[in-house]
């Protein structure tokens, strides 16, 4: 017969073993670098999750940047949210929405590069802690800009500077770059049921 | 030959195409609903999606609840962030950490109830439009609270209420009961390169 104090022991014996294999792995880990992070995937929470991000930078005390590359002048809530933040949020909706909302390529060329290049000066500007880049991967699957050019910015961001970029589709060559690579995976989808895009989930 | 003219035409009648098909789908979903979220997966940003979603819904003049079923007393940059916020985020940290750092089965099971005393509570709260259940799924995955009436509560709550958890190792009954699961998958990870968990990014 087994009591409920064996099986107290036992667990306990086991978390203990669990606790220094934990313990170790935590100790083996020694480098501190600021990270290429690529949320990518067919699945939601890419964009979500570079602005989760972004609030945890902000409860650190530091600045963050915001570039979009695709969604127009949608008022999103997390815009309106990270505005209570004052200035040490620098928002940059620089897209004009879907490819196939504008519907002209050029245009969206010059939007993209517009785009990148504010994404050069957030980087560069040592006040800034992260910079999310938000949809960039889109704007690089469309060929809208060079991609070698922008995987070498990146890989050449300032010591110290985190970089999230997401969106699906991300190319081979900047997950090479990356240090942390997500894929979401959509296992369910309330779309599938006819239910519509709602204020608070997807915007 | 082709002239850019051409391409520029072609680009634009594929783009009306696409545009047609997206505004068909986006007519085509009506139903509205508290939607039950579940962020799985080994991948990260599981959480940091579900804080995402949250900082949405405060952009959207929402109050949003939080329980932490795991985590303990760290000091985190989202729950900091987010005191920015005053009363309109109701954040509990009832978990007393990792179940190996308990070593505590009976003390890891009374936390967990407790926590699910406290999510029933904010559930019931008409003034909270999100509920993030954060590390919920490790509390059901080690049987510290009953899965059904888990999913039951989940299933009952109240129309336009949002839910998420959060965890990986989601269960199938809870998969079942979901609008919208995600699965974050690993596809690179710092970690495996030697750098160490760090502020801003893990916590």
Do not use: C
Request: glycine share 10%; charged share 30%; hydrophobic share 45%.
């Amino acid at each position: 017969m087994t009591t409920d104090t064996d099986e107290a022991a036992r667990h306990r014996a086991k978390m203990e073993k669990r606790k220094a294999v934990q313990d170790a792995e935590v100790a083996s880990k020694t480098i501190e670098k600021g990270l290429l992070i690529v949320n990518t995937g067919p699945g939601k929470g890419k964009s979500t999750a570079a602005f989760g991000l972004a609030l945890r930078a902000l409860g650190h005390g530091w600045r963050v940047g915001v570039v979009q590359f695709i969604k127009g002048a949608w008022d999103t809530g997390e815009r309106r949210a990270l505005e209570a933040f004052g200035d040490r949020v620098a928002w940059h909706t620089m897209g004009e929405g879907f490819t196939w909302e504008t519907q002209d390529k050029a245009r969206d060329i010059a939007a993209a590069t517009r785009a990148f290049d504010k994404a050069r000066e957030l980087m560069a500007d040592p006040t800034i802690g992260l910079v999310v880049l938000d949809e960039l991967n889109i704007a690089l699957r469309y060929d809208y800009l060079p991609l070698d050019e922008v995987v070498a910015a990146l890989a050449g961001r300032r010591e110290g500077l985190h970089v999230v970029v997401t969106g699906r589709n991300a190319k081979p060559e900047l997950i090479a770059a990356a240090d942390l690579v997500t894929e979401m995976g959509q296992v369910k989808h309330h779309f599938a049921a006819g239910v519509k895009a709602q204020r608070g989930i997807e915007f």
